[in-house]
């Protein structure tokens, strides 16, 4: 570690460079599983706050909650319970004169269910009656109010903002949370034998008894969001390539370095300096670039947290960025290993002449 | 005695056809005290020497012995520890780390061999004897040619070893710095007690020689103490 510092020390531009470019790459990933996460978590924020643990759908709505609808007929034998809640999902578009419009997700709810009983309420109260709604915090971001009175669609019937809650959007959609009744109203189903969208529970095994519905795992509903794998998988894709990217660019630095420096350690290595000793050397270099790399990285990604907009979706996940740090110096070690093993095996020899 | 002795070395590169003999039967000793300078032109072989008396390569046949032992028997590691022991190196280029100041390369050598070295008084003696003292916050760029390789040999003395090993110590210097060296080299023999084993094609370094060898073609053999102020073996 010393000959390592006192070379980084020695050499500043040099390796300030080095470092720029792993802060830049430090600061992308951040930044890019920031948004993943964000965006991640604005397609799932309302059913993680359910803390459901199964959903049960109509078999042939291919595990999406906009196309599923379950009927009176396929529910009698359902056996709900306080574990149990019916969820009437639709798309809608809200609007109120001198607001933005929000396109939005409706979620039908009853009152005496875990969902309705569990919603957490920021500011107003919860829905008492079909005309009254509780919106995501997204509608008092975009200028309205409790009091308001907002149309869905092209519904001519009005409903009451009675509340706000937070941290409540499905599918990247804020939700407004209402009564079933409202939700038939919407879909168009009054007086029809809809019954609701889906079933949630908080039991892994539940079993809705019957043959057209279908009981899924929740992280396995979550990945068959519409989108929601896509987006992953491409943040995620980006992500390792830019880890690949870090690997490529310390191996080939520290690389091109250590042959420039090859006569140098081949006259250490001639005095009898142990090849360990020099290994370490190059191991240590890379783990200290790294580290600062990600260190001030991190700081950067920590000052644009602050700066950013309102509205960019993005959450830091403090364990995950923790992985990726972790991630980034392995990829450090493994890309001073090239180095390493042209040191270790420098024959002191060639500098000599013989 | 001798601190160091070659034993019927021979050295062999590459096979069949293309096989050479670079070294035929050398014998050779150095005790402690004793100014050894092996001088040979450019391909004869005395880098080959050097780097087989210092246990940086295994001769094809015959023995290396170092205070005692013969170095055949030593492994790496053990041969790496016997360089940084008992055998300093005084190489013609590259011999200090650049982005170490003087004094820092004793300090890396301290880190690497905590015990064993010279002290803090014995070094400052050295550096005070080599006249070096006012350059220990200098890098080795900032050094002339003269002044990187009395900094080399204080670092190669400094972990105390018993027999140095110097390769071509006076390249690129003018004659007033060989003779500078030469006496520095003869002085280091004497006065610090240690075998002394400079290999070269520069025959002013012979003034100072207790035992002169020539190296030609790979064969080692005793040249006359004469004094050549020429240059013989330009390369």
């Known amino acids: 570690m010393y000959l390592a510092l006192k070379e980084i020390f020695h050499e500043k531009l040099r390796y300030s460079l080095i470092i720029a470019m792993i802060v830049l790459i430090t600061y992308l990933i951040f930044i890019l599983s920031g948004l993943s996460t964000g965006l991640a978590g604005e397609n799932t924020q309302a059913i993680d706050s359910w803390g459901a643990k199964s959903m049960v759908l109509n078999k042939d709505a291919n595990v999406n909650l906009n196309q599923s609808l379950i009927t009176d007929r396929q529910a009698e034998d359902a056996n709900l319970t306080n574990r149990e809640a019916v969820i009437g999902q639709a798309p809608v578009v809200a609007k109120h004169q001198g607001s933005p419009k929000e396109s939005s997700s409706f979620v039908g709810i009853k009152n005496d269910q875990f969902i309705a009983k569990n919603l957490k309420i920021a500011s107003g109260h919860k829905v008492h009656n079909n005309r009254q709604v509780v919106v995501d915090d997204q509608f008092k971001s975009d200028g309205y109010r409790i009091g308001d009175k907002i149309q869905l669609n092209s519904l001519s019937d009005k409903y009451q903002i009675v509340g706000f809650t937070k941290d409540a959007k499905l599918n990247v959609a804020p939700v407004i949370y209402g009564t079933l009744s409202a939700w038939k109203q919407l879909r168009g189903m009054e007086n029809t034998n809809a019954f609701g969208s889906a079933i949630a529970s908080k039991n892994v095994n539940y079993n809705a008894n019957n043959s057209q519905l279908k009981k899924y795992s929740i992280a396995y509903f979550i990945s068959k969001l519409p989108g929601y794998s896509a987006q992953n998988t491409t943040f995620d894709f980006m992500i390792g390539f830019l880890m690949i990217i870090s690997l490529i660019i310390i191996a080939v630095f520290l690389y091109i370095l250590t042959v420039q420096a090859l006569p140098t350690y081949a006259v250490l290595r001639a005095q009898g300096i142990p090849a360990a000793a020099l290994v370490r050397t190059i191991m240590g270099q890379s783990l200290i670039l790294m580290a600062a790399g990600i260190i001030i990285g991190a700081a950067l990604t920590l000052l644009t947290s602050r700066m950013i907009p309102i509205g960019v979706p993005i959450a830091f996940n403090v364990p995950m960025l923790s992985m990726i740090s972790v991630g980034l110096l392995f990829m450090g070690v493994v890309g001073a290993a090239i180095p390493a093993r042209k040191i270790a095996t420098v024959d002191p020899v060639q500098v000599i002449g013989g | ?235």
């Open chain 2, 1 to 235: 005695m001798s601190v160091i002795e070659l034993k019927n070395i021979n050295k062999y590169f590459g096979t069949g056809t293309a096989k050479v003999h670079v070294l035929h039967d050398i014998n050779f000793s150095a005790a402690k005290g004793d100014l050894i300078v092996v001088v040979g032109p450019s391909g004869s072989g005395k880098s080959t020497f050097l780097t087989i008396a210092g246990g940086l390569q295994t001769p094809s046949s015959g023995e290396v012995i170092v205070e005692g032992k013969p170095v055949s028997e030593l492994n790496k590691k053990q041969r790496d520890k016997l360089r940084l022991n008992q055998v300093g190196f005084v190489l013609q280029s590259y011999s200090l780390v650049p982005y170490l100041r003087v004094k820092e390369q004793f300090e890396f050598v301290r880190k690497i061999k905590p015990n064993g070295n010279l002290g803090h008084e014995e070094l400052e003696n050295l550096l005070n004897e080599l006249g070096i003292e006012s350059l220990v916050n200098k890098y080795p760029g900032q050094l002339s040619g003269g002044q990187t390789q009395r900094v080399a040999i204080a670092r190669a003395l400094y972990a105390n070893p018993e027999i140095v090993l110097a390769d071509e110590p006076t390249a690129a210097l003018d004659s007033a710095r060989v003779i500078e060296v030469g006496k520095m080299f003869k002085e280091l023999a004497e006065r610090h007690n240690k075998a002394v084993v400079i290999v070269t094609h520069d025959t002013r370094l012979m003034d100072f020689a207790d035992q002169t060898y020539e190296i030609l073609d790979g064969r080692m053999s005793v040249r006359k103490p004469t004094h050549i102020t020429n240059n013989q073996f330009e390369s």
